[in-house]
Structures are given as C-alpha cells and as structure tokens.
C-alpha cells in the first residue's frame, strides 16, 4: 500500500478512536446516540507562517503591560492549540492553575472543557483555546499564590487585550467560534441579551482587519460544574457545532 494511502488511513483510524470514546461528562440516560461521521480535516495552506506569526504574537503577549493585570501575573496565558484549527473556543480569562502553567483551562473546568470536546471528536490539539484577557485577573493582586483570589475581568482589561485576540483570530482564521461564558460572549458581542437568552444561536463575531466569523455562544464549563442540569444545553450546542464543521 503506498505511503500517503495507510497516512489517511491512520489518520481515520485516530479520528474513529477519538469519536467512539466514552464521554462521561453527560450524565449516563441523558446522553444522545453519537453520531459517528468523522469531521474532515483542518485546512492546512500555510501552517508555517501561521504557527510563526501565532509564536511572535506570544512574544509580544508576554511582554506586554498594557492594564495592570500584566503586573500581578506569574505567567501570561496567550493561549493553546493548532495554528489551522478550524473551530476556536474562547473563555474568560485564566484562573490560580492557568496563571501558574501558562496555559489556558487547565483547571478542573479545562478538564471537563477537555471532555465536551472529546465528545464530539475534538481536542486541545485540533482546536485553539484563548482567552478575553491573558493574564490572571485577581481580587487580591498581591497575592498570586492565593487560590479562591479570581475575578472577572473588566471591560477595561477585555479592551486593552482585543487586539491580541483579533490578532490571534485573524491568523487562525476559524470557521467557527465558541463563547464560553457570559464574559466571553460580552466581550465579544457586547452588551445584549443575556447568555441564557442566546445560547446556543449562531451569530457573527468580525476582528479590527479580519473576516466575520460565525460565532457559537454556550455556557462555561464553570457553569456546567456548578449546575449539571446545564450540561443537556451545552450537549445540543456541541452537535450543532459537530453538524457545522461536517457541513463544510
Ligand atoms: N476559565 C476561563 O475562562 N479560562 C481559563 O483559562 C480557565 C478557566
């Protein structure tokens, strides 16, 4: 068999793997019958220039000291994922455990993030996770090795940190975004009905230079952990997501 044919034929053996795994973030009864067509794969025209200007983008990320969050963090969190991704997940701002690592959702909310994805064959490898600010927002700024000590981020912090965002999106170029939150969805959106109201209607998000993207708002996974009836939502979210990357 030729090289490329048993490529793309492992390849289709890791996505049915991926597919077929069990997730238990759904309660067992309230979980739907998974679908099973595999999504196709991530365009990949220019994956070194974008992975190139993705890392110069976290230099600057790194240095930066626009608000004052920029002062109290341990480590800035620009974010995590593929540079061809085609669907970006995008949360409030990082936590105690993200500001210590440097990477976004790793908590025990990234953990069950990790499982929503999982459920409908994605993962932090194939999609790219950021954040409205990248730094740890803290009530306490004094006090990085606190836990307990986040905040939401103010509108302020989420507009000094917009271009960073806009940048990443414009190089990733996904197809679709999804908020998580109701912060994430004001920041992109602004101020409109509450996420209780939109959840789970498509709208538009456009980044200062870039292209419209179809823009997906669900609940936080911090929700879902601290009400499991939100999962059976998020649930009906994540298979209009899957039907959209499948539709393309
Ligand atoms: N919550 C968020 O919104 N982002 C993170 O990175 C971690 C927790």
Redesign the pocket.
């Known amino acids: 068999m030729a090289r490329t044919e048993l490529t793309k034929l492992a390849k289709e053996l890791r996505r049915r793997v991926e597919l077929s795994s069990e997730s238990d973030w759904l309660a067992a009864g309230s979980r739907p019958a998974a679908t099973t067509a595999p999504i196709p794969p991530a365009k990949n025209k220019e994956e070194g220039s974008r992975t190139e200007r993705l890392a110069a983008l976290s230099k600057k990320i790194h240095a930066c000291r626009l608000c004052s969050l920029g002062a109290s963090r341990l480590n800035a969190?620009p974010g995590v994922g593929s540079a061809e991704a085609r669907v970006m997940f995008i949360?409030?701002?990082?936590?105690f455990?993200?500001d210590h690592k440097g990477?976004?959702?790793?908590?025990r909310?990234?953990q069950l993030l990790d499982k929503i994805m999982e459920s409908i064959g994605l993962s932090r490898q194939t999609v790219y996770?950021a954040?409205?600010v990248k730094c740890h927002p803290m009530k306490d700024p004094s006090n990085p090795e606190a836990r307990g000590n986040d905040r939401p981020p103010t509108p302020e912090e989420m507009a000094a940190c917009r271009p960073f965002l806009d940048e990443q999106i414009n190089i990733i170029e996904p197809k679709i975004i999804v908020t998580?939150?109701a912060?994430?969805l004001k920041a992109m959106l602004g101020d409109g009905p509450p996420i209780t109201k939109v959840r789970g209607q498509w709208r538009e998000y456009r980044p200062a230079g870039g292209a419209a993207v179809k823009l997906l708002p669900t609940f936080?996974?911090?929700a879902l952990l601290r009400d499991p009836n939100l999962k059976k939502d998020v649930w009906t979210d994540m298979k209009n997501l899957k039907k959209e990357l499948e539709s393309e």
């Open positions: 969190v949360g409030e701002g990082p936590g455990d993200e990477e976004p959702f790793i908590g909310s990234g996770i954040n409205t998580l939150g912060s994430a936080h996974p911090a």
